[in-house]
């Protein structure tokens, strides 16, 4: 089990007992509230977070590509999203509150789950399709409009739950696969169309929403690819931020 911002004060603790470290550097949201509370025992500083996150994504693509970035979109899933532009610079462009915040809130509305290792065992065992629209669902297979590309593409997420007549046979496992698959089709779109606006062919994404998470990845290429993109996924991508706080 990785550690979670709920074991940050122990985890500070057993920094801070340790003789060697002299400061901490704080970044992300909650950096301002750790900065205040730790200033008086040792030296500490608090970082701009897309600084820092971009910073460490360049750290980790080096290490991975053995060459410099490309110019390059950064998309950050974290609890929500965010969308960075990396040239010789770099600018936050926007985001979309669509991220882990919200996913694991609905599990919890809905199911009471807030074990996330599990939540995603569950989403393996499930297949939207059962619950969501495709393209394929409503054009004929001989119909020429649609090329056979689009097919797999949801045209309704969740749209097949009206024609279900007894609700108790929807499967939990279905409805997790489907908000994963809402949440990548709409985080991937916003992303292809920033980098369209910036004529960009690489999306790095990285963030706490992808640890283990193969189903959010895949929809997550496959909406790139259809767009003429490549999409970059880094090894231990969710410490990116902690990473480049730590070389900036």
């Known amino acids: 089990m990785k550690p979670t911002t709920d074991d940050i004060d122990e985890i500070l603790e057993q920094i801070i007992s340790e003789e060697e470290i002299k400061a901490l550097h704080f970044t992300g949201g909650k950096a301002y509230h750790f900065y205040k509370q730790y200033e008086k025992r040792i030296e500490t500083s608090v970082l701009d977070e897309f600084n820092a996150n971009v910073n460490g994504i360049d750290f980790l693509y080096r290490l991975k590509k053995k060459r410099e970035p490309l110019s390059s979109l950064i998309v950050s899933i974290g609890t929500g999203t965010s969308v ?18 919200m996913f694991m809130g609905l599990m919890k509305l809905l199911y009471g789950l807030n074990d996330y290792k599990k939540i995603i065992q569950l989403a393996n065992k499930g297949n939207r399709y059962n619950i969501d629209l495709k393209v394929s669902d409503i054009y004929a297979e001989d119909d020429p409009r649609i090329e056979d590309f689009f097919r797999a593409f949801t045209a309704s997420s969740l749209g097949k739950i009206n024609d279900i007549q007894n609700l108790v ?27 369209n606006l910036y004529e960009v062919t690489e999306i790095i994404f990285c963030g706490g929403l992808l640890i283990e998470n193969k189903i959010l990845k895949n929809l997550l290429k496959l909406m790139v690819k259809s767009r003429g993109k490549n999409a970059v996924f880094l090894k231990n991508s969710e410490f990116a931020g902690a990473l480049g706080a730590l070389i900036t």
């Open 84 to 101: 960075v532009l990396k040239n010789a610079t770099f600018k936050h462009l926007g985001g979309s509150a669509m991220g882990g915040g």
């Open 169 to 195: 046979e929807v499967r939990k496992e279905d409805i997790i696969h489907s908000i994963l698959g809402i949440i990548a089709e709409n985080i991937g779109l916003i992303a292809t169309l920033f980098a």
